[in-house]
């Protein structure tokens, strides 16, 4: 009993191991959002030398791809890593990332979306403390039937979420919405003839061995942010939040150049183990794709503009950011 109470009136810090962290994630151990979980978990743990232990939970163990953000809400897991695709009428704003406007990589995505955020700050955040966003690189078509013209691609179900998914319609396609890990057994089901999203997840997913195409259409990304339950972040001594918050930044470049590197060395693959063909579109073809592309950054501004979000703004942002980013 004494003992007990003499441990109660310590000062927590000198009587607690490291703060334990649950992160959880919902694709793959191997895949990029994984990837990156890893090396953050990593860095923090160095950095706060040892204060901090964080348990990565990846390939929805602990929270599936459309749970992650209420089940960091209610504090199921400690952080979550989602993307904001699979919710689209969720994360408005954010999701603006994913209009046609001329991303041209990992890197300057995944910068141009945290600007945005950080200017922004939406509502959707309101409850949970981000700890840093990224996107993946443009989207190309990955199919099992060759592509090369609007035609052949009418109808054809392909797999996509969120902006990319309204790319795919614009397009003519039919669009099979479900988040990544589902897509590989769509694909042997024959449920889709295809998906559309950044290319290293041929090699990460093995899709190379059912997709023997690939249609460069280079747009658009998907966005995804990294959350922490309020009260958990609450909870940490400002030191630790510190390590944290200086690795908003940081997290998001790296997230972008690993993508950006990592989709060279998966279609490299590809092309020399799987026998992939890539398919450039003609000149004439590639300016009937961009042609229906037009309308969907005036309707995106027109349809936010009625829920009071300040579109036309922040369409100007991004196109001002990639600049800066390029
Ligand atoms: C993605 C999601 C999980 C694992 C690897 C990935 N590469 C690209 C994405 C983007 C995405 O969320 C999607 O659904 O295409």
Redesign the pocket.
């Known amino acids: 009993m004494a003992s007990f109470l003499l441990v109660g009136m310590m000062p927590s810090k000198a009587v607690a191991g490291p703060i334990k962290l649950k992160y959880a994630n ?2 793959p151990a191997p ?3 994984c990837v990156q979980m890893e090396r953050w978990k990593k860095e923090v743990e160095k950095r706060t030398k040892g204060k901090v232990s964080i348990d990565t939970f990846p390939g929805g163990t602990l929270l599936k791809a459309k749970q992650m953000m209420d089940g960091v809400i209610a504090g199921v897991a400690d952080i979550g890593c989602l ?1 904001m ?2 919710q689209p009428g969720r994360f408005l704003m954010t999701n603006a990332i994913s209009l046609p406007l001329g991303i041209p990589n990992a890197t300057v995505g995944s910068l141009v979306l945290w600007d945005l955020y950080e200017k922004y700050k939406p509502k959707a955040f309101s409850k949970v403390k981000v700890l840093t966003m990224f996107t ?1 690189a443009p ?1 190309n078509i990955m199919s099992k039937i060759p592509i090369r013209t609007l035609e052949d691609l009418k109808g054809v179900p392909i797999r ?2 969120g902006g ?1 998914a309204q790319i795919l319609k614009a397009w003519g396609a039919n669009r099979v919405g479900m ?3 589902q ?1 590989p057994e769509a694909l042997q089901k024959g449920v889709v003839k295809g ?4 290319l ?2 041929m090699k ?2 093995k899709f190379a061995e059912l997709c023997k195409y690939v249609t460069m259409t280079q747009v658009p990304v ?1 966005p ?1 942010a990294v959350v922490m339950n309020m009260n958990s972040w609450n909870k940490l001594p400002k030191d630790v939040q510190k390590v944290m918050d200086d690795l908003r930044v940081e997290q998001a470049r790296w997230t972008g150049e690993y993508m950006d590197n990592h989709v060279k060395e998966a279609m490299a693959w590809s092309v020399k183990k799987q026998g992939v063909k890539v398919i450039t579109l003609s000149p004439e073809e590639q300016a009937r794709w961009n042609k229906l592309l037009e309308p969907i950054v005036y309707n995106w501004v027109q349809k936010m503009m009625g829920k009071g979000i300040p579109a036309q703004q922040i369409v100007t942002d991004i196109r001002t950011l990639i600049q800066k980013y390029q």
């Open positions: 919902f694709p895949t990029f959002p993307c695709a699979y993946t989207s996509a979420s990319a988040p990544m890990p897509t998906l559309f999203s950044s290293e997840v990460d997913f998907y995804f």
